[in-house]
Each structure stands twice: as structure tokens, then as C-alpha cells.
């Protein structure tokens, strides 16, 4: 059963810095993209930042020059570093993996971290 599970998260004051992990564990065939998303109490999920198998890399407008998103392949792993994080970074912060769990399936299936709270404030 494939499973994503995330590390990392916390409290920081505005201007600090932290990091999320996510690893995939499971049976699986490969992993197309990655990615992490975050969400706010009454509001839709959104994009921070997504990476393909081939390093290209994705990311919302209101982290780009703050955030990089980068991933270890042979790890199946994927990790978000957060730099001069704002209130406005609250969230919590989920891991994504677009994964073709069998090399004959003709798709792939969703998966979804647990999530992680990340809180900036003074």
C-alpha cells in the first residue's frame, strides 16, 4: 500500500526559515510529479510548488524567490524549503505524488500526505 509521509513543519517567526519532507513508500512503478500543497481553514487547497521526474519545477507566485521545491528520485522523495516565510505562509502543508503504481496500468493515482502545520508568527 502506498503511503506519503511528510516531516518537518512547526513554528518560525516571520523572516525564518523551514523545510518539509516527504517520502513515498509502497509497491509502485514510478513517480511522475510531485509536489506540495497547502490549505487554510474555509479556503481551497492550492499549488505551492510541483517538480516532474525530470527536475522541472512549478511554483505559485506568492512563494517564487522564497521556496524550492527538489526531490531525491531513488528516495522517492521530495522536499519544500521555506525562506523568508510571512503569516500570510500559515497553512497546512500537504504532499502530492502523481504515481503509476503498475508499468502496465494505462494511468496514475493521486496520493495525499497526512498534512503538516506550518505557522509563522510572532
Known amino acids: 500500500q502506498v503511503q506519503l509521509v511528510e516531516s518537518g513543519g512547526g513554528w518560525v517567526q516571520p523572516g525564518g526559515s523551514l523545510s518539509l519532507s516527504c517520502a513515498a513508500s509502497?509497491?509502485?512503478?514510478?513517480?511522475?510529479?510531485m509536489g506540495w500543497y497547502r490549505q487554510v481553514p474555509g479556503k481551497q487547497r492550492e499549488l505551492v510548488a510541483s517538480?516532474?521526474?525530470?527536475?522541472?519545477?512549478n511554483y505559485a507566485d506568492s512563494v517564487k524567490g522564497r521556496f524550492t521545491i527538489s526531490r531525491d528520485n531513488a528516495k522517492r522523495s521530495v522536499s519544500l524549503h521555506m525562506n523568508s516565510l510571512k503569516p500570510e505562509d500559515t497553512a497546512v502543508y500537504y504532499c502530492?505524488?502523481?504515481?503509476?503504481?503498475?508499468?502496465?496500468?494505462?494511468?496514475?493515482?493521486?496520493?495525499w500526505g497526512q498534512g503538516t502545520q506550518v505557522t509563522v508568527s510572532s
Open positions: 517538480i516532474t521526474s525530470g527536475g522541472r519545477t
Open positions: 502530492n505524488a502523481d504515481i503509476l503504481l503498475r508499468s502496465y496500468f494505462s494511468s496514475t493515482d493521486q496520493y
Open positions: 509502497g509497491r509502485m512503478s514510478s513517480i511522475n510529479a
